[in-house]
């Protein structure tokens, strides 16, 4: 038998070889499999652990010295206020990425106007981007699309967990393939880390998160010369794609927004103030 503060010491000592985190990680699993609050940690330190809690304890340390990321053991990841389920099927959604559906959310303001304001998410992974938004969004709809069938599905558990099933429609298209109509804001966060990148990456990134969301191509901006000049032929008059990218490739996604005809193409910073999104209107 050993105490919750025994297992909780034990666990920091064990994470501190594979993350800088170890304190935020060592609270968040004892956390998930407790079902208990942080202030509950400091409370309940003389508790005695039953053989079943410490088992599934060690299951996730077990995992977390395989570096698998903290979230897919958790199967939870905070992103703009809200808690989304994700698994090994689905990118973590970033923090940076906050800024991108803050900046549409914004946006999508000036169009009040309008009696259906229409949004298209490529690239819908866990459904982040589409559910941060429709939960915010006073009138309009939301589509999210993506290849992957398993995405897909982790996209539609979050959409119900967060109420939103009449505000989002998912459905599986590459690209525009199955996309009939056109859109008032295009939005997508795609896979722009050049192949060659590979091996400068953590393990919980190279090994776990799907490689087809997170790579694109040799010099990450394959899927740029796919979507910018399809986009412009399923955007409304006036619209406008939104887009993340790496931290050094904005110069050069901007000259795909002007050569495919986009205007007033500019692009924002990040919390860390580095250009990483482009926007362009049609």
């Given at each position: 038998?050993?105490?919750?503060?025994?297992?909780?010491?034990?666990?920091?000592?064990?994470?501190?070889?594979?993350?800088?985190?170890?304190?935020?990680?060592?609270?968040?699993?004892?956390c998930h499999v407790l079902e208990?609050?942080?202030?509950?940690?400091?409370?309940?330190?003389?508790?005695?652990?039953?053989?079943?809690e410490v088992e599934k304890i060690d299951a996730m340390i077990k995992g977390r010295l395989q570096r698998i990321p903290l979230q897919y053991l958790t199967k939870n990841q905070g992103f703009y206020g809200l808690d989304f389920y994700v698994d090994e099927h689905v990118l973590i959604p970033r923090p940076e990425t906050e800024v991108l559906v803050e900046k549409v959310l914004k946006y999508a303001k000036t169009l009040n106007s309008k009696e259906e304001l229409t949004i298209l998410d490529i690239g819908v992974g866990s459904g982040a981007i589409s559910i941060a938004i429709a939960k915010r969004l006073d009138k309009g709809h939301v589509t999210g699309i993506d290849i992957s069938e398993q995405a897909l599905n982790v996209a539609v558990v979050n959409a119900k967990t967060h109420g939103v099933e009449d505000k989002v429609t998912f459905f599986k298209s590459d690209l525009f393939e199955n996309v009939t109509k056109c859109y008032d804001i295009i939005v997508s966060n795609p896979p722009y880390i050049p192949v060659p990148d590979l091996s400068t990456l953590e393990p919980e990134v190279a090994d776990h998160e799907p490689h087809l969301a997170l790579f694109g191509g040799e010099d990450g901006l394959d899927f740029y010369r796919r979507l910018i000049p399809e986009a412009v032929v399923f955007l409304n008059e006036s619209g406008i794609l939104f887009l993340e990218a790496g931290h050094d490739q904005f110069e050069a996604i901007e000259k795909l927004f002007e050569i495919s005809g986009f205007k007033e193409v500019n692009h924002f910073e990040d919390l860390n103030g580095i250009p990483r999104f482009i926007y362009g209107k049609r």
């Open positions: 038998m050993m105490t919750l503060y025994g297992k909780q010491k034990e666990i920091e000592n064990k994470l501190n070889t594979v993350t800088n985190a170890w304190l935020y990680e060592a609270k968040t699993i004892l208990m609050e942080p202030i509950e940690l400091v409370l309940s330190k003389n508790k005695m652990l039953s053989n079943d």
